[in-house]
């Protein structure tokens, strides 16, 4: 399928003030933050999506677990007669691995936690007295039980279940039950997610996917324990579960569709950028993908590179997202300068931002205080000048209004308990029991 041209559509005029070199080597076939107010989703499918899931929710709510089994045969062609995952389930799997699989799920595990514990440790308790006799004061406390969903009927999402099981064990969470879909055409989730799930610290673990699955964990299903707060990335039917539940069970975020911006230079390398372009438009069809680049060879590149590679996967995997979420939402935009990327980064305000430029002009301090309202970042150097800066950025509005404060991390999953004092004793910690006896 041809590219869409570049007079297909027409930047706004707040894309051109900011960005007035603007070229499109590539324009969105639907909408993008700069040709229109872009929220993927909403209308009509929307209220459909919702007035569906409360309805599931409403019947595994009455039904228990009769019902959500009921849905695991009818949706995931579930064939057992329980969906907990034993021990036996979790050795079979792990000895189809191999050692170097097992070594790579164990180093990333080993990153995130790492970086999870350094941020729990970030937020203390303290006591602090404002004047005399008057004393307040922070306890910073973990929750009792996270419900962690990954998904993967289509792909092992190791990612994702490393980064939402060890997250809330570094954070110090008693119990973490984790829910992942069978992977296809089988009657388990894919080893290398549940190896990911077992390393990670998940006390409890269900091969259950979708509307069923949120329900189980927010209901305490299968295992008489109901879930403090429900984490992790989903498709709509996902989100919208998680969305209604908000309020009885807290939730990390109302997640959109997935989308990545990557701003590169002339340093770049064009597979490379494909590539990344490529993997996040495969999560689904209304997934953005944008490149915006100062060198027009490389936008190009990308753009011829992309059709071979969409023809490719699509001769391997036939029911592919890719070539749908590419022709409507994908974007290469070609600009002067490099301060018109950095306001255009501002305007599209991506949810995961990759910045590919050569490191002898550009270094990631440069990147990460001129970006606006960012979470985190990684960088390194890729060959002996291309700087890679990945940042991921809180959810956010089309004009750069946050939604949400943050990404998931230990901080949603430990309360902060202030209390005060006039006069009186400063609080400490006390054995109950022993104070009963």
């Known amino acids: 399928m041809a590219a869409s041209s570049t007079q297909d559509r027409a930047p706004l005029p707040t894309a051109l003030e900011i960005a007035?070199?603007?070229?499109?080597?590539?324009?969105?076939?639907?909408?993008?933050?700069?040709?229109?107010?872009?929220?993927?989703?909403?209308?009509?499918?929307?209220?459909?999506?919702?007035?569906?899931?409360?309805?599931?929710?409403?019947?595994?709510?009455?039904?228990?677990?009769?019902t959500v089994l009921a849905f695991a045969r009818e949706f995931d062609h579930w064939e057992k007669p329980s969906v907990e995952v034993s021990a036996a389930d979790i050795d079979s799997a792990i000895?189809?691995?191999?050692?170097?699989?097992?070594?790579?799920?164990?180093?990333?595990?080993?990153?995130?936690?790492?970086?999870?514990?350094?941020?729990?440790?970030?937020?203390k308790d303290f006591q602090n007295e404002l004047y005399p006799g008057v004393?307040?004061?922070?306890?910073?406390?973990?929750?009792?039980?996270?419900g962690c969903y990954v998904p993967g009927g289509r792909f092992s999402h190791v990612s994702s279940a490393i980064m939402s099981v060890a997250t809330a064990k570094a954070a110090g969470v008693r119990t973490v039950i984790a829910c992942s879909p069978p992977f296809s055409n089988t009657n388990m989730i894919h080893p290398a997610t549940l190896y990911a799930l077992h390393i990670a610290g998940a006390d409890k673990i269900l091969c259950l996917g979708g509307i069923q699955a949120v329900a189980t964990l927010a209901f305490g299903l299968f295992t008489g324990i109901e879930a403090d707060i429900l984490v992790g990335p989903g498709n709509k039917w996902v989100a919208e579960a998680k969305r209604n539940l908000?309020?009885?069970?807290?939730?990390?975020?109302?997640?959109?569709?997935?989308?990545?911006?990557i701003l590169a230079d002339d340093s770049a390398d064009a597979l490379i950028v494909e590539t990344d372009l490529l993997s996040q438009a495969e999560h689904g069809v209304t997934s953005p993908v944008w490149l915006i680049t100062t060198c027009a060879t490389l936008g190009k590149q990308v753009v011829a590179i992309m059709e071979d590679l969409l023809d490719?996967?699509?001769?391997?995997?036939?029911?592919?997202?890719?070539?749908?979420?590419?022709?409507d939402y994908g974007e290469v935009v070609l600009v002067n300068t490099r301060e018109e990327m950095a306001r255009l980064s501002d305007l599209y305000a991506a949810e995961h931002l990759e910045v590919r430029m050569d490191g002898?002009?550009?270094?990631?301090?440069?990147?990460?205080?001129?970006?606006?309202?960012?979470?985190?970042?990684?960088?390194?150097?890729?060959?002996?000048?291309?700087?890679?800066?990945?940042?991921?950025?809180?959810?956010?509005?089309?004009?750069?209004?946050?939604?949400?404060?943050?990404?998931?991390?230990?901080?949603?999953?430990?309360?902060?308990?202030?209390?005060?004092?006039?006069g009186g004793q400063v609080p400490k910690e006390v054995d109950m029991a022993a104070d009963d006896t």
Not at 135 to 146: E, F, L
Not at 404 to 412: R, T
Request: aromatic share 8%.
């Open 20 to 66: 007035p070199t603007l070229q499109y080597l590539k324009s969105a076939a639907v909408s993008s933050p700069s040709t229109a107010l872009h929220v993927p989703g909403g209308g009509q499918d929307q209220r459909n999506t919702q007035a569906q899931v409360a309805k599931l929710l409403n019947d595994i709510e009455q039904g228990r677990e009769d």
């Open 95 to 123: 000895r189809t691995l191999s050692e170097s699989e097992k070594q790579d799920i164990k180093f990333q595990f080993e990153q995130v936690r790492a970086f999870a514990l350094a941020q729990r440790n970030s937020v």
């Open 135 to 146: 004393t307040t004061g922070q306890k910073v406390v973990p929750i009792q039980c996270a």
């Open 246 to 261: 908000f309020g009885r069970v807290g939730i990390d975020m109302v997640a959109g569709p997935t989308e990545i911006l």
């Open 312 to 327: 490719d996967l699509q001769r391997r995997l036939p029911d592919t997202a890719s070539r749908q979420s590419w022709r």
């Open 360 to 422: 002898r002009y550009c270094n990631t301090s440069t990147w990460c205080y001129r970006m606006q309202s960012f979470e985190q970042h990684m960088d390194g150097i890729l060959g002996s000048q291309e700087l890679s800066l990945i940042v991921e950025l809180p959810m956010m509005t089309p004009r750069g209004q946050v939604l949400w404060p943050q990404s998931y991390s230990p901080h949603q999953t430990r309360r902060s308990i202030h209390w005060w004092t006039v």
